[in-house]
């Protein structure tokens, strides 16, 4: 079953988790081309954990390569946008998650332990990166309820890129992740690009028990 990467949504991550789930070897992470690349002489039929794993949704199986070679072909005349795409999948427009705003602050190494450990509010920290595709389709939700819940909950986004030793303190293995602090300690967490109802049920559920 030869696979496709649709390179319109691929993050082309070095620690793609697509590459590292297949059981075959068919799928690596080319540093020439700076981008994953796909040996089909080397994907045989599986139960695809490949496909499962993207949250870009940029892997695709077809039954022969003829099949694959006209997917090919409508790609390249298409103009769908990676943000398009994103949208089809998730019901949600990517922004930028590099965007602050109100109550939205930048959490990195030097300010994490006075601005989230040491808060007397409750703190929700976005875990990120540029490249992650999630990390964007997220981003518009998590600076909405930054301004919605202004007061009752501070919200900081950490560049895990530019960061590394407070998500390797945590265990943070994807993006996006979302860790709730509350007097120094981690009182809850989400993954994913949570839609803006199951965000909110979470920061309320965690103002509830703080409350108390």
């Known amino acids: 079953m030869p696979i496709l990467v649709d390179y319109r949504a691929c993050d ?69 946008t990676k943000d398009d ?55 518009p939700t998590f600076k909405q309820m930054a301004a919605e819940y202004e007061g009752r909950m501070k919200f900081g986004k950490l560049d895990t890129e530019d960061c590394q030793e407070v998500p390797s303190r945590y265990g943070i293995m994807s993006i996006p992740t979302m860790l709730f602090f509350y007097n120094g300690e981690i009182i809850d967490w989400a993954v994913g690009a949570l839609s803006r109802e199951m965000l909110r049920r979470k920061i309320e559920s965690v103002l509830a028990r703080t409350a108390s």
Not at 46 to 59: F, I, K, M, R, Y
Not at 127 to 132: D, I, K, N
Request: hydrophobic share 35%; charged share 25%; proline share 7%.
């Open 12 to 80: 082309d991550s070095p620690a793609c988790s697509a590459v590292r789930v297949c059981p075959k070897g068919a799928l690596r992470f080319d540093r020439n081309k700076g981008k994953i690349v796909a040996d089909n002489s080397k994907c045989t039929a599986c139960s695809a954990p490949c496909t499962q794993v993207c949250p870009a949704g940029a892997l695709k199986y077809y039954a022969t390569m003829e099949e694959l070679k006209k997917a090919e072909t409508e790609i390249s005349s298409s103009t769908l």
């Open 85 to 139: 795409l994103l949208e089809q999948r998730y019901g949600l427009r990517p922004g930028d998650p590099r965007e602050l705003g109100p109550n939205l602050y930048h959490v990195d190494c030097d300010n994490f332990t006075s601005d989230v450990l040491r808060s007397d509010v409750p703190v929700v920290v976005d875990f990120w990166a540029e490249w992650c595709a999630p990390c964007r389709v997220l981003a």
